[in-house]
């Protein structure tokens, strides 16, 4: 990368780091900085087809295989039974038309463009490959995501420290490959386009796959990127009337229902088990993401295409802010994530202003997802 390029991006990533350093903690900033260097500044998902992490967790292994925890236990049962198969369960066959006048796979409503006047004097066609690519987008960022959980659904196999947790996660590792699997056949297949990793979900994972804590992995992936993704799955499920789309969501959603519970099962009980400083350090840490992964659905990439040469990136920032498909995300996303935080312990008096400040703790009390069914996510029952 050019040294122009490497500072154009810096002074485009300063803002995000400053509001990503919320918290005060300079541990958890320290350990965040290398992750948005890699991700923002130099940006190595989008500089080369590949990327190399190092991971220094321990594998550990348990030569008394003790089955000691009934919950975990029922949960590994659950998803033996629950395993579907993209060639025999999705009809492939499905004509897709991504930029048919019918607006099946998407409202044009739920573009965060959808009111301005440029978009509306564009011609049908023009708006229509606008919704493909919003549509691509969003799947893009499902399918990096995937990825992310499949390695770290590997890595907390290994490195967790019961036997009943390595039994579901090896479930989880298939479950995760299977998303890959379908979020690519989509995009390569039905939308025909298939968008970058979003610097801010690079950071996210960078972070969590080179941290060799693997409760640290749990928080990130289980309860933050994983309880994130189960919200936009959902919302995205009730948007759509592509069947394909619609039935590969549903099928998405039920297992990812499970991996967030198997964060809060987990977690629940280690956390409790750390000193204050460690508690702290963590809730902390999960504030940080919280606000990365918020960034994320600014859809850079997207704008990069379509509205970089005419809008500023802080308009386009204002706009995402105010559109009823950011406000969506928010509400569903969050109200996912925030009873979770706070049934595992990392939503205390010390933390709360900041998710208040942010108008996140009217999620507070909404069902965890432990009180949540496949049926709840996927109607959108609260």
């Not at 941290?211 to 948007?239: N, P, S, T, V, Y």
């Not at 460690?278 to 999960?286: I, K, P, V």
Request: charged share 25%; with cysteine; glycine share 6%.
């Amino acid at each position: 990368m050019s040294f122009a390029r490497t500072l154009s991006n810096l002074a485009t990533t300063l803002p995000l780091v400053r509001d990503a350093s919320a918290s005060g903690n300079m541990k958890v900033l320290k350990s965040l900085l290398g992750p948005a260097w890699r991700g923002m500044v130099v940006q190595e998902a989008k500089a080369q087809p590949t990327t190399d992490m190092p991971s220094g967790h321990l594998t550990h292994f348990d030569w008394q295989y003790v089955r000691d925890r009934p919950a975990l236990a029922r949960l590994f049962d659950a998803a033996k039974s629950s395993q579907w198969h993209a060639d025999r369960d999705l009809d492939w066959s499905t004509s897709v038309d991504p930029v048919a006048a019918d607006p099946a796979l998407l409202p044009m409503g739920f573009l965060p463009t959808s009111t301005l006047p440029s978009f509306q004097a564009l011609p049908f066609a023009q708006q229509a490959e606008q919704r493909r690519g919003i549509t691509a987008w969003l799947l893009s960022q499902f399918l990096h995501g995937e990825q992310g959980a499949l390695f770290a659904a590997c890595q907390v196999t290994e490195a967790v420290p019961w036997m009943d947790g390595k039994l579901y996660g090896s479930t989880q590792v298939m479950d995760e490959g299977r998303h890959v699997e379908v979020f690519h056949r989509y995009l390569t297949q039905k939308l025909e386009k298939r968008y970058e990793i979003n610097d801010n979900l690079y950071v996210v994972i960078d972070a969590l796959m080179r941290d060799a804590r693997w409760d640290m992995k749990f928080l990130g992936m289980q309860i933050m990127i994983e309880g994130l993704a189960l919200g936009a799955f959902g919302m995205l499920q009730q948007q759509t009337r592509e069947p394909l789309l619609k039935k590969l969501l549903t099928y998405v959603i039920t297992d990812e229902a499970r991996h967030v519970h198997y964060g809060v099962l987990a977690l629940s009980e280690y956390l409790a088990q750390l000193t204050e400083k460690e508690r702290q350090e963590r809730e902390d840490w999960a504030f940080e993401v919280s606000l990365f992964l918020r960034n994320r659905f600014f859809a850079h990439e997207f704008y990069d295409e379509y509205y970089g040469a005419s809008m500023s990136r802080r308009a386009w920032d204002e706009l995402v802010l105010q559109s009823e498909m950011m406000g969506l995300f928010r509400r569903t996303m969050f109200k996912r994530v925030v009873p979770n935080l706070r049934r595992i312990g990392l939503l205390s008096d010390r933390i709360r202003p900041k998710y208040a400040a942010l108008g996140l703790l009217e999620f507070e009390h909404g069902r965890d997802a432990t009180q949540l069914s496949a049926d709840d996510v996927v109607t959108g029952r609260d």
